[in-house]
């Protein structure tokens, strides 16, 4: 079916008539001088041009086809049905300030939990094609980066633009909660899963965590808790180095109850590799199909009538041009030349 996208520029074509149609007002033009060694009755090229009935035509077809062109016409092809399957899940990454400890390692560099999340999260979300992915950054309170889109690289571009402190200090697990679910409302068709990154307990917000997991299993949210923190530590001092514990704030109970009430798991994130691991179990997760979509394909066809345009408006400037070349290739026109009077 062909279709013409900006169809009312259609209703232009006739201008040129119109004008055409307008009563001319008559001008007298003096001439200022008289050569009297060109004959008055010989014909001038701008005048053959003019005149002539096939450069009418030709400029009329000109126009007509840069009007058409300039209207976007376009073919559509047979509606082609797409199947609608994929996931849908939040994201929600802790950025409060124990995200700072230096307890993990990539490539045998240690690095703060927040760059190694990042550097496995951003594998996960490359790989999640034809899924929806939303972004839920939280500390004081939680704020959506991302709601849920099929644009990957601008989620990924989001998180790695997150910084630690962004929200504030402080754990809100239950905002996050809060605030996934509220997005998953507005969904019929949906798998409703939540992947929360954390590597504390409930320290701030407006909700508790056992409100927010209420609020979860009303809703049919699945809820996947990560806690990240490593077994140990070692860290310097006055008094040498030291073995320390810097999980000691992870709240294992509440992520591993916010997890099984929900129907979802509990993952405990040592190190990059067993991060990885998590996100491989996560991959295997059902994709819903939703309705089938229907798409028709387009072929553009503006460059057609717009190189016929192109092509006939050369024309035109070669039939105002070519009569007075051929004159003065013959001869034909007398060249102007004023003589001294001797």
Same mark, same amino acid.
Request: glycine share 6%; proline share 5%; no cysteine.
């Given at each position: 079916?062909?279709?013409?996208?900006?169809?009312?520029?259609?209703?232009?074509?006739? &201008?040129?008539?119109?004008?055409?149609?307008?009563?001319?007002?008559?001008?007298?033009?003096?001439?200022? &001088?008289?050569?009297?060694?060109?004959?008055?009755?010989?014909?001038?090229? !701008?005048?053959?041009?003019?005149?002539?009935?096939?450069?009418?035509?030709?400029?009329?077809?000109?126009?007509?086809?840069?009007? %058409?062109?300039?209207?976007?016409?376009?073919?559509?092809?047979?509606?082609?049905?797409?199947? /609608?399957?994929? $996931?849908?899940?939040? @994201?929600?990454?802790?950025? !409060?300030?124990?995200? *700072?400890?230096?307890?993990?390692?990539?490539?045998?560099?240690?690095? +703060?939990?927040?760059?190694?999340?990042?550097?496995?999260? *951003?594998?996960?979300?490359? $790989?999640?094609?034809?899924? =929806?992915?939303?972004? %839920?950054?939280?500390?004081?309170?939680?704020?959506?980066?991302?709601?849920?889109?099929?644009?990957?690289?601008?989620?990924?571009?989001?998180?790695?633009?997150?910084?630690?402190?962004?929200?504030?200090?402080?754990?809100?697990?239950?905002?996050?909660?809060?605030?996934?679910?509220?997005?998953?409302?507005?969904?019929?068709?949906? /798998?409703?899963?939540?992947? &929360?990154?954390?590597?504390?307990?409930?320290?701030?917000?407006?909700?508790?965590?056992?409100?927010?997991? *209420?609020?979860?299993? +009303? +809703?049919?949210?699945?809820?996947?808790?990560?806690?990240?923190?490593?077994?140990?530590?070692?860290?310097? !001092?006055?008094?040498?180095?030291?073995? %320390?514990?810097?999980? =000691?704030?992870?709240?294992?109970?509440?992520?591993? $109850?916010?997890?099984?009430?929900?129907?979802?798991?509990?993952?405990?994130?040592?190190?990059?590799? !067993?991060?990885?691991? @998590?996100?491989?179990?996560?991959?295997?997760?059902?994709?819903?199909?939703?309705?089938?979509?229907?798409? $028709?394909?387009?072929?553009?066809?503006?460059?057609?009538?717009?190189?016929?345009?192109?092509?006939?408006?050369?024309?035109? #400037?070669? %039939?105002?041009?070519?009569?007075? &070349?051929? #004159?003065?290739?013959?001869?034909?026109?007398?060249?102007?030349?004023?003589?001294?009077?001797?």
């Amino acid at each position: 079916m062909l279709e013409f996208t900006w169809w009312p520029v259609l209703f232009t074509l006739p &201008l040129p008539f119109i004008f055409w149609l307008l009563p001319r007002r008559q001008t007298r033009v003096q001439r200022a &001088l008289l050569l009297p060694s060109v004959p008055a009755n010989l014909p001038t090229a !701008s005048k053959i041009s003019s005149t002539h009935w096939v450069t009418k035509v030709v400029a009329i077809l000109a126009w007509v086809a840069l009007v %058409i062109a300039a209207s976007n016409p376009r073919y559509l092809g047979e509606p082609i049905s797409i199947p /609608n399957e994929a $996931r849908e899940m939040m @994201i929600a990454v802790d950025l !409060s300030g124990s995200m *700072e400890t230096k307890d993990m390692q990539i490539n045998g560099q240690q690095v +703060d939990r927040l760059v190694m999340i990042k550097s496995v999260l *951003e594998d996960f979300i490359s $790989r999640r094609v034809g899924d =929806r992915l939303g972004l %839920i950054l939280f500390a004081d309170t939680a704020y959506l980066q991302a709601p849920l889109t099929f644009d990957r690289e601008t989620v990924r571009t989001l998180l790695n633009e997150a910084v630690i402190g962004l929200v504030g200090e402080q754990t809100a697990i239950g905002d996050a909660i809060g605030l996934a679910v509220k997005r998953f409302q507005r969904k019929d068709e949906s /798998n409703k899963v939540l992947v &929360l990154l954390t590597d504390g307990q409930n320290t701030a917000g407006n909700i508790s965590p056992d409100q927010a997991l *209420e609020l979860a299993k +009303d +809703d049919g949210v699945t809820i996947y808790t990560i806690g990240v923190a490593a077994d140990s530590m070692t860290v310097q !001092s006055i008094f040498g180095s030291r073995q %320390i514990n810097p999980a =000691r704030e992870l709240d294992e109970g509440m992520l591993t $109850r916010l997890a099984q009430e929900t129907g979802g798991q509990y993952f405990r994130a040592r190190d990059r590799e !067993s991060l990885a691991q @998590i996100y491989q179990l996560l991959d295997q997760l059902q994709p819903v199909e939703g309705e089938a979509r229907k798409m $028709r394909p387009q072929t553009a066809l503006f460059m057609y009538p717009l190189t016929v345009s192109l092509l006939l408006t050369v024309l035109l #400037a070669l %039939i105002a041009i070519l009569p007075a &070349l051929w #004159a003065r290739a013959t001869n034909r026109f007398v060249p102007n030349q004023f003589q001294e009077d001797k």
